[in-house]
């Protein structure tokens, strides 16, 4: 059994969330609040919760602000963001802060209950639609300089094998190591294997480390040009 907590100000999305939660994970239930100070109470009350579905766009708190203060507050509390809002950068800004994964509210239902249930199981989940885009602009002020760009690339991805960039780019994707063994046909074990030496060499302090660096070097691009030299 699940205790989840959705702080949106939507009634309908929080109506279509109680039919996901209710009819996909028996036995669970979801707590609702239509703000971040609707839901201070419930957290403190409920310290057992598993997850906190926090919306960027509430009334009392806009943006990213909201999972900075939840986070800040809470540390032991998961935190996934969902929101209309679906720009690359957003998520990768997001998983930073601490969340563990970023749904769009745009999510079917059946990819809905995946999400929840990865992040449940103590995976990050990342919406892959949103993260095949390439990003728009530089993420960081370290990369903001093509010198800078080609360091970070040059220096950190060049140390990673052909087969580690493929897993590197299914985990920047959202993928469970069971998902990319399925997606490059190699047992789990050797994604297990694979993952510690991208951390090692990336220098990357956890999974969620490791895809915010590939996002900030702009990581498909660089397989592109590795593949052409």
């Excluded at 209710?22 to 036995?27: I, Y």
């Excluded at 994604?191 to 956890?206: N, Q």
Aim: net charge negative; hydrophobic share 45%.
């Amino acid at each position: 059994m699940y205790s989840l907590l959705v702080a949106d100000d939507h009634p309908l999305f929080r109506d279509a969330l109680q039919v996901v939660v209710s009819s996909g994970l028996p036995n669970s239930q979801l707590l609702e609040a239509d703000s971040l100070a609707a839901a201070i109470p419930l957290i403190t009350e409920h310290d057992g919760l598993d997850l906190l579905l926090l919306d960027l766009s509430l009334p009392d708190a806009e943006g990213l602000d909201g999972l900075t203060r939840v986070r800040e507050t809470y540390p032991w509390l998961p935190v996934a963001i969902i929101s209309a809002h679906q720009e690359r950068q957003l998520v990768l800004d997001a998983i930073s802060l601490g969340a563990v994964g970023y749904i769009p509210k745009s999510t079917p239902r059946e990819a809905l209950l995946n999400a929840l249930t990865q992040m449940l199981e103590g995976q990050l989940y990342l919406p892959a639609e949103v993260m095949r885009r390439p990003p728009t602009t530089s993420p960081s002020p370290q990369a903001n300089t093509p010198e800078a760009a080609e360091r970070l690339a040059g220096e950190q991805l060049a140390q990673l094998t052909d087969k580690q960039l493929s897993v590197l780019h299914c985990m920047t994707q959202g993928m469970s190591n069971k998902q990319i063994a399925r997606e490059l046909s190699i047992a789990e074990t050797t994604v297990k294997t694979h993952v510690s030496a991208i951390l090692r060499k990336l220098g990357a302090t956890s999974r969620v480390h490791a895809i915010v660096m590939a996002g900030e070097a702009n990581l498909p691009l660089y397989m592109a040009s590795r593949t052409v030299r």
